[in-house]
């Protein structure tokens, strides 16, 4: 048995340093957390890496999470704690805004009434995966393959920007794509289920993957969130001959460096999806929450990822079959990292940045 962690300290949130922004102020509304997982804030931190050089960059969040915190670390100029209520109403947001502020919101949490709210005195932005409610904002960002602006209840006014065009990724990712098939790929496996991972499934897939015999070294990317770490840390222990390396709070410029390098990535349907693809790997995904659906099915038809469904319900056996299936199929490899290049094509920044000017 190989055991190893790889863990980096975190730092405190950089602060404005007095640089004026050149186009006014984006408030960004998200949470995160243990209950809520991390994917809301993660694509907002990556949306806000790319615009900080133009906008003032200012998250609010609830209870705003230390570990949570930390992993979004140096991305927004500022951020402002907010008031927790029992509703989701708009009014703690409300006193933090100003005239000409443009509000990014990601949320399930932020539905018309709330919109309505914001929308009365400043441009609304919503990034939206699940199209569950009517929308006032004046546009709606969505980086799912398939859906169509026929899928939403809107205003006329609004505007979509719907594809993988519009990738929210985070700028190691957005460096990445024009390379991704240029690095030596490793016969190494990497697991990144998601860091609300109240079922354990990460070491269901671990244990499932391993019983496959078909790689030779497993990465298993977890966050301190995960409360699951010690059944993780005793199966890991338990084991006497696969190499396992349980990567926590990896820097996001070193866990790019290892996806490019390794052979097959295994991951829920979130942010960490698109990023793979950028990488230029094999894929093997499937959803831990209804939300994961849009991203994992448009990326499938695209021919870009395999798809295990749903990995909540799947039993240890089936992932077993479908790992083994994918993994050693090899004939449609270069395919799939073709439509990987084409979609994810390392240009979002400018395109996300035209939709914030055009406001």
Do not use: W
Request: charged content about 20%; some cysteine.
């Amino acid at each position: 048995m190989f055991f190893s962690l790889k863990h980096r300290p975190f730092f405190s949130v950089a602060r404005n340093n007095g640089g004026m922004a050149l186009h006014g102020k984006i408030i960004f509304r998200a949470d995160g957390g243990p209950n809520l997982g991390m994917n809301h804030l993660v694509r907002c931190a990556a949306l806000a890496e790319m615009l900080r050089e133009h906008y003032e960059c200012v998250l609010t969040i609830r209870s705003p999470n230390p570990t949570a915190l930390q992993i979004i670390e140096g991305v927004f100029h500022s951020i402002i704690p907010l008031t927790v209520t029992d509703h989701f109403d708009g009014d703690e947001l409300i006193p933090h805004l100003h005239e000409g502020d443009i509000v990014v919101m990601d949320g399930f949490q932020f539905h018309t009434a709330y919109q309505q709210k914001i929308h009365a005195n400043n441009k609304l932005i919503c990034i939206d995966d699940l199209h569950q409610h009517h929308f006032v904002a004046d546009a709606i960002i969505n980086h799912a393959e398939g859906i169509l602006p026929a899928d939403y209840s809107t205003e006329e006014y609004t505007r979509f920007y719907l594809g993988s065009r519009y990738a929210m990724i985070r700028e190691p990712f957005i460096n990445a794509t024009p390379e991704n098939h240029d690095s030596q790929k490793s016969n190494r496996a990497m697991i990144c289920i998601g860091g609300n991972d109240i079922h354990n499934t990460t070491l269901k897939v671990l244990q499932s993957l391993i019983d496959t015999k078909t790689v030779n070294e497993i990465e298993l990317v977890v966050g301190k969130l995960n409360p699951n770490l010690d059944l993780i840390n005793e199966f890991i222990h338990s084991q006497k001959e696969m190499k396992i390396m349980l990567c926590m709070n990896l820097p996001v410029s070193e866990l790019c460096d290892l996806m490019k390098t390794s052979r097959v990535m295994i991951c829920s349907a979130n942010n960490i999806l698109l990023e793979a693809c950028a990488a230029g790997m094999k894929i093997i995904s499937g959803i831990t929450h209804d939300a994961q659906q849009g991203v994992l099915q448009g990326l499938v038809a695209k021919g870009a990822v395999n798809s295990c469904g749903n990995f909540l319900t799947a039993s240890p056996e089936e992932l077993k079959s479908r790992f083994e299936l994918f993994l050693n199929n090899d004939t449609h490899t270069v395919t799939q990292q073709t439509a990987q290049r084409e979609l994810i094509d390392g240009l979002s920044p400018e395109r996300l940045f035209e939709i914030f000017s055009k406001l």
